[in-house]
């Protein structure tokens, strides 16, 4: 038997059931999560390793790529879109998500607006933007919803039961030029990213924690390129999660999202019980 034989079947047995699923059904697969698309050259650290079944890995495929398509187009780093990488992102965003991609790259009166006062912000004409419209959110909220599911299991040891659920906020560029995006520095621990020796995926993914023993979950901050924010909350009893206005994501429930075709924005405000 070979080491990556033996090595899988290893980590089979420490990690039996998905944890994308409440744990329900067993782990097939291993699933990195942010996953390779996001990093430039399709390279990453071999952390953050997460046990799924076939039908929790494949289902946020599509939507991994319009989110790292968004966050990998910034006011910010020209170098971003330079990679040798960023012409494949762009063409598999357009083959897989035509309706999405359309709406990213059309002319809006808005966007016009937005860029205006961008453009003033920074003082310069040297930025990249993509519309961050309504079926993009939907994308975002997908990754958003597997990533908490992720953090919940890494951070927490066990997967976010199905009685449980996570909630999701999304930040982009346009919010940190126009200092829209959430300030909760006060509520976390230091900003730590994906390591492997003395590799890591700082400037590319980071992220930081608080976690809430009083109700089984977490508070946790992404940053991805330095521009797109998730916030996300995750508790095992999904009632106190509860909000007519933010939707709760529940595990093993992706699929209906993956499907939804009516878009929505989300809102959340932060709960004061969590503890640093």
């Known amino acids: ?27 097939e697969t291993e699933d990195h999560v942010p996953s390779r698309v996001f990093f430039i050259k399709r390279s990453r650290p071999d952390d953050f390793v997460f046990p799924a079944c076939k039908s929790c890995n494949s289902i946020s495929s599509k939507s991994e790529q319009v989110t790292a398509l968004l966050s990998r187009t910034s006011y910010q780093s020209e170098q971003i879109v ?33 860029k205006r006062q961008i453009r003033a912000a920074l003082g310069s ?14 994308h975002c909220q997908l990754f958003g919803a597997k990533l908490a599911f992720a953090f919940h299991y890494k951070f927490l040891g066990r997967p976010l039961p199905t009685d449980g659920g996570a909630i999701v906020s999304i930040h982009n560029q346009v919010d940190f030029a126009l200092n829209r995006a959430p300030h909760l520095e006060i509520a976390f621990n230091d900003i730590e990213s994906l390591r492997q020796g003395k590799w890591n995926s700082e400037g590319q993914f980071e992220y930081r924690m608080s976690l809430a023993t009083d109700f089984e979950g977490g508070l946790f901050q992404a940053f991805f390129h330095k521009n797109l924010l998730f916030t996300l909350i995750t508790s095992a009893d999904g009632s106190k999660l509860l909000n007519e206005d933010v939707p709760v994501h529940v595990p093993g429930e992706l699929k209906p999202v993956a499907e939804a075709i009516d878009p929505y924005r989300i809102t959340a405000t932060i709960s004061g019980r969590f503890a640093k």
Do not use: W
């Open 1 to 27: 038997m070979g080491a990556g034989k033996k090595r899988k079947e290893r980590f089979f047995r420490q990690h039996p059931y998905c944890c994308f699923c409440g744990g329900i059904r067993l782990a």
């Open 82 to 114: 330079d990679a040798p990488d960023f012409c494949k992102l762009v063409q598999a965003v357009h083959n897989n998500s035509k309706g999405t991609f359309q709406e990213m790259v059309g002319p809006r009166t808005g966007d016009k607006i937005i």
């Open 125 to 138: 004409d040297d930025f990249h933007l993509l519309t961050f419209g309504s079926n993009a959110r939907m």
